[in-house]
């Protein structure tokens, strides 16, 4: 049987870097994406939408972070 790794905070925020933003080592996701919104990361938007697309994927300050932003 295999597992797929859950999207924790660290995931979240490696992905949102690897897009560009620049981001504390502390950051939790509803400040991480609030930093990658202010500056204006090209990306932002297909990222949210791939990891909402598979909710059961993410841990849920992840989830709630994206829901929260308002990108469904």
Do not use: N
């Amino acid at each position: 049987m295999m597992f797929a790794d859950l999207v924790d905070e660290d995931d979240f925020r490696e992905r949102l870097q690897a897009l560009g933003a620049d981001l504390p080592a502390d950051a939790s996701p509803e400040h991480s994406l609030a930093l990658a919104r202010e500056q204006g990361i090209d990306g932002l938007a297909s990222l949210a939408s791939a990891l909402l697309a598979e909710p059961g994927l993410l841990q849920p300050e992840v989830r709630m972070a994206l829901e929260k932003a308002d990108f469904v």
